[in-house]
């Protein structure tokens, strides 16, 4: 099972929107993936868990994936993140 540490870049962080994307982004791979802040793990795929976590700019999370497409799901919610949500900051 994969584990990356990754950073929230964009200026809002984990909001509405970002969440949604980034659920979205989720739902399309069978995988598992986990998100992970604080001791907290909580389902990618779920819009309010992610919001949960109140992930700001500059926060350290971590990935968990598992499944047949673990690689793939990795790799697209990774760059979803590094191109800040698709937002300018």
Known sequence: MPIETVTIIN???LHARAAALFASTAARY???INVGLNGKSVDAKSVMSLML???NQGTEITLEVE???QEEAMGAIIALINDRFNEDE
């Open 11 to 13: 200026k809002l962080g």
């Open 30 to 32: 069978s995988s598992n």
């Open 53 to 55: 976590l109140a992930a």
């Open 67 to 69: 499944g047949r497409d």
